[in-house]
């Protein structure tokens, strides 16, 4: 299981969340062995004056969050880390700069869907690769 969630400048995803996505979905495909049919990805539209950023920055910058339940070995998260600069990037020329990326995990006992708790469900995809 995994929730995305893309921050970025509202002029900016406007006409690419759509692209971003596909990219992003294919990125997970990839690298943690995700099924096809498992997307869940929210944008968080900001306005000039809610988002502030680093120097160096574009208003091309985003923040990529990855909430997944732990599993997944240190070489499998650096697989996806670097799939996804290198994809975004090259599809969307969004500079490798402007692209931060953040994974956090949390116990399968902590997510709930499907009516039960994540480590009740019997998913159709591998945690551990």
């Not at 692209?99 to 469900?121: C, H, K, Y």
Request: hydrophobic share 35%; net charge neutral.
């Amino acid at each position: 299981m995994s929730q995305i969630k893309i921050y970025g400048l509202r002029s900016h995803l406007n006409g690419k969340k759509q692209q971003l996505s596909d990219i992003i979905h294919a990125c997970v495909v990839e690298a943690l062995q995700y099924p096809q049919n498992k997307r869940a990805h929210r944008f968080i539209n900001l306005e000039k004056d809610d988002f502030y950023y680093p120097e160096g920055r574009t208003d091309q910058y985003i923040i990529i969050e990855i909430m997944m339940i732990t599993g997944r070995t240190v070489e499998t998260k650096k697989k996806l880390i670097q799939l996804l600069f290198k994809e975004i990037s090259e599809q969307t020329g969004i500079s490798t700069t402007d692209i931060e990326i953040l994974i956090q995990e949390s116990p399968a006992s902590n997510w709930g869907f499907r009516g039960m708790t994540g480590d009740e469900v019997s998913l159709n995809y591998k945690i551990n690769v």
